[in-house]
């Protein structure tokens, strides 16, 4: 239970503005995954408040109208002098797209409000200096559970090696990770996604999820592995799916918590999970689930 003084989920990560130029113009979307996470945890009826680096700035206000009309706190320690981070992708003229980024990710280690869960991830666990000020908060923290998807970007972790030594150094400090199987094969390459999921909770996780497409996903612990059946949707688009599943994993740690969980537990956790995706990817963009609607579905 929290106290009066501190939030159910504290996210820390990333928010910026998704740029998408083409020939017949650009649009701006609100993007992000730990800010998409925190989104989805507000929608489903989580006490959440995220702690992230948006500029003093148009396209921060945006960010903070968003999450702040989801339901999130945005902490007010997350607003810096300097522009609003930005990802830009180009699409050419055959469909393929480059990408350009501008982020400034840095943050004060000493802004960490107390939550009964910390969830961080992507770009946030691996740019630096953030990244240095995150794995501090983390080792600091007295939460009773620690969440971390690492959401790999290759063009921004830098090479593998570095990459999955940072991966590993957060793992350990964390009581569930969850990954792609995209994830999964970057960071362990050639490696069956059963033996990566043994890997990482050797590290010290209680409980490793890999999500893995149109195959549902597979939830493992020390004592039991678990597959996950997927969904039967008609796919949109995928936008949001892993974030949308994390924000349901862990709005199931706030009511459950990660110990001693049974196999019947675990799959409930994992169904839960594979149900919010869905609705994600049934409709165009990161437009994550509200509790209502995943109500009606039941």
């Keep these: 239970m929290t106290s009066p003084s501190q939030t159910d989920v504290l996210v820390?990560?990333?928010?910026?503005?998704?740029?998408?130029?083409?020939?017949?113009?650009?649009?701006?979307?609100?993007?992000?995954s730990p800010a998409n996470v925190a989104l989805g945890l507000g929608r489903l009826g989580v006490d959440v408040a995220?702690?992230?680096?948006?500029g003093n700035d148009e396209r921060g206000a945006r960010i903070a109208a968003r999450l702040g009309d989801s339901g999130v706190q945005v902490l007010p320690e997350s607003v810096f002098p300097a522009a609003t981070s930005t990802a830009t992708a180009r699409i050419g003229a055959d469909g393929s797209a480059t990408y350009a980024f501008d982020i400034d990710w840095s943050l004060p280690e000493s802004a960490a409000?107390?939550?009964?869960?910390?969830?961080?991830?992507?770009?946030?666990a691996f740019l630096e200096p953030g990244a240095t000020s995150v794995l501090a908060i983390l080792r600091a923290s007295d939460a009773e559970e620690i969440t971390f998807d690492p959401n790999i970007r290759p063009a921004l972790v830098g090479e593998r090696p570095t990459a999955l030594a940072r991966f590993e150094e957060i793992a350990a400090e964390c009581t569930v990770v969850k990954m792609s199987d995209e994830d999964a094969a970057w960071?362990?390459?050639n490696t069956p996604v059963d033996e990566v999921a043994q890997r990482v909770l050797a590290l010290g996780?209680?409980?490793?999820?890999?999500t893995l497409g149109g195959d549902g996903a597979l939830l493992a612990t020390a004592e039991h592995v678990v597959r996950i059946p997927?969904?039967?949707?008609?796919?949109?688009?995928?936008?949001?799916?892993?974030?949308?599943?994390?924000a349901s994993l862990?709005?199931?740690?706030?009511?459950?918590?990660?110990?001693?969980?049974?196999?019947?537990?675990?799959?409930s956790i994992g169904r839960a999970a594979a149900a919010a995706a869905a609705v994600t990817v049934s409709r165009a963009g990161a437009d994550l689930p509200w509790a209502r609607e995943l109500a009606a579905r039941d």
């Design 50 to 54: 995220l702690l992230t680096r948006i």
């Design 187 to 189: 960071l362990f390459p």
């Design 230 to 246: 997927p969904v039967r949707v008609d796919v949109v688009d995928t936008i949001g799916a892993g974030d949308t599943f994390m």
């Design 113 to 124: 409000p107390a939550a009964q869960v910390v969830h961080t991830g992507s770009i946030a």
């Design 250 to 267: 862990i709005r199931s740690l706030v009511e459950t918590g990660s110990r001693d969980l049974d196999e019947a537990a675990i799959a």
């Design 12 to 32: 820390i990560g990333e928010a910026l503005i998704d740029i998408v130029t083409a020939a017949e113009g650009s649009e701006e979307h609100v993007g992000g």
């Design 205 to 210: 996780p209680r409980m490793v999820a890999v």
